[in-house]
């Protein structure tokens, strides 16, 4: 299997980078997630090895013939051993530090690189080739007596060291006679011995990753593969606001493509929908952490969206005024547009560009900025909103369990869901060209107005359930109608349609439909039929905007397989999902495509919607703990 994007992501949920197999960072944003690339190498278009390669932190070993990688158990931490022709090795300790810190998690825009010595005194070179304003310049260095600033437009980051600053200037190949400490992290004096401090950082973040994995509730099999899932997922996470962005990169083509004519998206921001399914798959991990941060951000977003709501509703809806504790809330307006998709920092504007100096992932521009989804609609936005927010009225665990107040917040969303439930927009596929009534829109739509019952029964609304009851009553019978193709006996992607589409799956998933429903079990059918292309799934087989699909969509051959173990063929769902594990990358991730033969990864990496059906898929799988008891 070709794996030219075989890259390992460390990160600390305010920092992330990719390494490369050769040790190199090629990747890597600031101040944030969404940034500009200060090691943009991945998106140079050539190779990281070459002389005047840019954007790259780069750690060479003379005479090398041997390269060796993986995680710290249970931490994104990377070891990198390279061996030289004579035998001498050195070790690489790749990090971001993460750990608590005076009450608070000290996660700083921090890069670590510790190389020891291993066997003998090998010579090693350093390349530290930051860029800025996405691959324009390289950055402006100033020297000081043990450290080099590095200067960009947004942020500028010292490099503090023990070893000697005048060779990694110059780039002079030296011997590496005892371990060596670089901290390359904010413009600011550093706080004790390089050495002694960077060791401690390194004890400290591996022991507060493997504390953390220590909470998840695994399943039985596939243990090493969930537990990498779940640590890269939370590696997607920026906590200082709680977004999830739904990859680390930008611009990895879809599929091969001449320049100019590929599919390239920016994926790091924070889409709803799959924050939606990453807080998910995480809490059927008992990771409770990250579904209570991104409530925080979610909040945000809810806020935004109904504040200064100046739309009242002509009456108020029946049971608006209780008569019981909690007291009354005001009476609901419209809610305002919510977008599929913001920045980190809730920018609601993500005006997409091309980045005119990147050629692109081995040379597959354009590299994109920005994305248009921002402008769009796409409805299944309003079911995930309420969908995320749902457990926190139920889950004791939370320190800031949902209240009263939080419910009727959340109203407006339900009645922005049920009022375009029947209209058109975008698709969760975020087609660029044209609109249509799309079932999976219109699920989640139904699915808001459901939870929202279920919330308002936990919190003794009786009317206001018996109210939302009745709005989802609505919407199941509307699909029912609109989304059933009598004629082929099965689902429509659309409402009076007869096109397929993968996630029409997801109406199991959000109890829509059980799984051993006829209609259900004749849709499921012909989705295999037809969007199944050997081992793997597309999300449509109809041209798009930019013709037919290319390459199978990952996060629905997931989907196939929870649908295949529902219908009772255990078994092949079991040897199809591990064909998939076998598919990853050495970090033990994927990205979001794969090729038809199965032979490369393709599309934003790692992308978490794959890591989500990966981790979905192994807890229903599994076999259980007691089997083993």
Not at 259 to 274: K, Q, S, T, V
Not at 306 to 326: D, H, K, Q, V
Not at 392 to 419: C, H, K, N
Not at 444 to 463: F, H, P, Q, S, Y
Request: aromatic content about 10%.
């Amino acid at each position: 299997m070709q794996q030219t994007l075989d890259l390992f992501p460390i990160g600390n949920c305010t920092a992330s980078a990719l390494i490369d197999r050769a040790g190199r960072f090629v990747w890597a944003c600031v101040p944030r997630l969404d940034g500009d690339p200060f090691f943009s190498a991945l998106l140079s278009g050539g190779d990281p090895a070459d002389a005047e390669g840019q954007g790259l932190w780069d750690i060479t070993v003379e005479d090398a013939v041997r390269t060796d990688q993986q995680y710290l158990r249970n931490t994104p931490v990377l070891r990198t051993v390279t061996t030289n022709r004579s035998g001498a090795g050195v070790e690489i300790i790749d990090f971001c530090p993460r750990y608590r810190h005076y009450g608070r998690t000290y996660r700083p825009l921090a890069f670590i690189r510790i190389v020891r010595p291993v066997w003998g005194a090998p010579r090693i070179r350093i390349r530290l080739r930051p860029t800025d304003d996405y691959g324009a310049r390289p950055c402006i260095q100033t020297v000081g007596s043990n450290h080099i600033r590095y200067v960009s437009r947004e942020v500028t980051l010292r490099l503090t060291t023990d070893a000697p600053v005048g060779h990694i200037k110059a780039e002079r190949t030296f011997r590496l006679e005892k371990p060596i400490a670089m901290f390359l992290g904010p413009d600011e004096s550093f706080d004790g011995e390089v050495q002694g401090t960077c060791e401690r950082m390194l004890k400290e973040t591996l022991e507060a990753w493997r504390t953390w994995v220590r909470t998840l509730s695994v399943p039985l099999e596939w243990q090493e593969a969930v537990i990498r899932a779940a640590i890269s997922l939370k590696l997607c996470a920026y906590e200082e606001t709680g977004a999830i962005v739904a990859a680390l990169t930008t611009s990895i083509p879809e599929h091969p493509a001449a320049e100019g004519l590929a599919r390239n998206w920016d994926y790091r921001y924070c889409w709803l929908r799959d924050a939606y399914y990453v807080v998910q798959a995480l809490n059927r991990l008992g990771a409770a952490d990250m579904l209570e941060n991104y409530l925080v951000y979610l909040r945000n977003i809810v806020d935004q969206a109904t504040r200064g709501c100046a739309e009242p509703l002509t009456e108020a809806p029946a049971g608006t005024i209780e008569t019981t504790s909690p007291p009354p809330r005001p009476i609901p307006c419209k809610a305002g547009h919510v977008q599929p998709v913001y920045g980190v920092g809730l920018e609601p504007v993500l005006t997409e560009w091309i980045a005119p100096h990147l050629p692109g992932y081995r040379g597959m521009g354009p590299v994109r900025v920005g994305n248009q989804a921002h402008e769009h609609h796409q409805h299944d936005v309003y079911g995930q909103i309420v969908l995320s927010t749902v457990q926190a009225f139920f889950d004791e665990r939370l320190f800031r369990p949902a209240t009263a107040d939080d419910f009727y917040s959340l109203e407006p969303i339900g009645e922005r869901a049920f009022e375009v439930h029947d209209a058109p927009d975008a698709s969760l596929w975020e087609f660029r060209g044209r609109e249509a009534v799309h079932t999976y829109s219109s699920v989640m739509c139904w699915a808001a107005c459901d939870r929202l019952a279920n919330a308002a029964i936990k919190l003794g609304l009786t009317e206001r359930a018996a109210y939302w009851q009745e709005r989802a009553a609505t919407v199941h019978r509307t699909i029912e109608q609109r989304a059933w193709n009598e004629k082929l006996g099965r689902y429509a992607a659309t409402f009076e349609g007869d096109e397929l589409d993968a996630s029409l799956l997801q109406m199991v998933d959000v109890r829509f439909a059980a799984p051993d429903n006829e209609r259900m079990q004749a849709t499921m059918r012909a989705v295999e039929e037809g969007l199944r292309r050997g081992t793997f799934m597309l999300r449509y087989a109809v041209p798009d905007d930019f013709g037919l699909p290319e390459t199978a969509f990952n996060f629905c051959t997931f989907w196939l397989i929870e649908a295949l173990h529902l219908s009772g063929r255990t078994d092949e769902a079991r040897a199809l999902f591990e064909e998939m594990l076998d598919r990853r990358t050495a970090a033990g991730l994927l990205s979001e495509d794969i090729s038809f033969d199965g032979d490369e990864l393709w599309g934003n990496y790692p992308q978490t919607y794959s890591l989500v059906g990966l981790i979905n898929c192994a807890t229903l799988l599994s076999k259980p703990w007691t089997s083993v008891r």
